[in-house]
């Protein structure tokens, strides 16, 4: 391995002659000394040079081989002495903003326009290591619910897995589209695996420009097999936001503490309320869907009343689910669905979904849609499936919304909206 002590490592080494390596985060200079703070993956250390040395810019790449001294006004409570160092790199411009500032003092636009040196920023960096602790405990808390993750394919032959609008392409001659998600192929591996999940990235082409959507955003995807019904689902979510954010404690920590992040506690059981008493209780408007207003209402009910931060709403209409969904038995027009609440904003949908053939053909009959598009999706279903269920959570929403950013895009790694097609 790299024979090298990372900035959070210094301190161990007290007295030792040590090598460091990184890049040039700020130089200081004094009357008698200067210093010179190196960022690595892990934090920033200190190097103590003496008077008349010639500082490398800053953004240099370079390697510092010195003495480890404790000092408690130090970060991390130890520094680097007498040092030789090495340029590996040197920068050919200057970052588009000083990157030791304590706070960003570049605009979003500024940020997105210069990402690749940009996000080297502590506050910028902060909530993609939260987005990469979130996937890890997302993955641990399957694993250890016997899923198996499995990885589908991005191009798929049909434009009809949902209502959004899709990316076409070229196939070698012939039209294909980006798959706005990997539903219908989870679906076919729980007769498979029996409970499966996958990591990846998803596309949709609708014309939005909020601070919310993106055209391709990354989705945590589950399904499992031998439900009883949506409730079931339900349960085995709770248990993966619990992992994500343990993982977040963990892995993150010194992410969590720069963005100031207050981790939401995950009740055993998240309160849940039906659709219609959700309207009732957020002002009815007679809509078959939940206007933003109300998901914020209702989530601050379920604070104040559940001391929740997340909140289930079930039973949605079957107008507003995918043809797929399983009905409620009990309640005529209503489906086995639902979607979770976080602080004030839908965050993910999930439900029960068909596993019968029939039901498949009898869905797409009463909706007037034509069964040909669907014949690759359904020959799952010719051979016995068993009642099943899923969910999909989008990454960056819960990472936004989980960090507090007013805007997605700050937790994505290069965003692909209505305008930016590049870095």
Do not use: C
């Not at 001659?173 to 695996?193: D, H, N």
């Not at 939005?208 to 945590?220: F, G």
């Not at 055993?268 to 109300?294: M, N, W, Y």
């Amino acid at each position: 391995m790299i024979s090298r002590v990372l900035s959070a490592e210094l301190k161990e080494h007290a007295g030792q002659r040590v090598t460091i390596a990184g890049w040039v985060h700020r130089r200081r200079r004094l009357k008698s000394v200067s210093f010179l703070l190196v960022r690595d993956r892990r934090g920033v250390s200190q190097v103590v040079v003496p008077r008349g040395t010639a500082l490398p810019a800053e953004e240099s790449v370079v390697r510092v081989t010195g003495v480890v001294r404790s000092g408690t006004q130090a970060p991390g409570g130890a520094e680097l002495t007498g040092p030789s160092i090495e340029v590996l790199a040197e920068p050919t411009q200057a970052p588009p903003f000083g990157l030791y500032r304590p706070v960003v003092p570049a605009e979003l636009p500024v940020v997105l326009d210069h990402a690749p040196v940009a996000l080297r920023h502590p506050l910028l960096r902060a909530p993609l290591e939260i987005s990469a602790a979130s996937v890890a405990g997302f993955r641990a808390a399957l694993d250890g619910l016997g899923f198996t993750e499995i990885h589908t394919p991005k191009l798929v032959a049909s434009a009809t897995e949902s209502g959004a609008n899709v990316f076409a392409v070229d196939y070698f001659g012939r039209p294909a589209y980006l798959a706005q998600s990997p539903q219908f192929f989870k679906q076919a591996m729980v007769g498979l695996f029996e409970r499966v999940y996958e990591v990846g990235p998803v596309f949709r082409a609708e014309p939005h420009d909020t601070v919310r959507h993106l055209a391709q955003y990354t989705s945590l995807d589950a399904e499992l097999g031998f439900v009883g019904d949506h409730r079931d689902v339900m349960a085995v979510l709770r248990e993966a936001l619990a992992g994500m954010l343990e993982a977040v404690r963990l892995r993150a920590a010194r992410a969590v503490e720069a963005l100031d992040v207050a981790l939401p506690e995950v009740p055993a059981e998240i309160p849940a309320v039906h659709f219609t008493e959700a309207k009732r209780l957020s002002g009815g408007d007679g809509e078959p869907d939940l206007s933003p207003a109300q998901e914020r209402w209702l989530s601050e009910w379920a604070l104040r009343e559940h001391g929740s931060e997340f909140l289930f709403v079930t039973g949605y209409p079957m107008a507003k689910r995918p043809f797929y969904t399983h009905p409620d038995p009990a309640r005529p027009g209503h489906s086995n669905g639902f979607d979770l609440l976080f602080r004030g904003l839908e965050l993910v949908t999930g439900g029960q979904r068909l596993h019968r053939h029939q039901d498949y053909l009898d869905a797409l009959a009463a909706r007037g849609e034509p069964v040909e598009p669907y014949e690759g999706y359904l020959k799952a279903f010719e051979h016995g499936m068993p009642p099943h269920g899923g969910f999909a959570i989008g990454l960056e929403r819960w990472t936004a919304r989980l960090t507090g950013a007013p805007n997605i895009r700050q937790a994505a790694l290069f965003p692909r909206d209505l305008h930016r097609l590049s870095p």
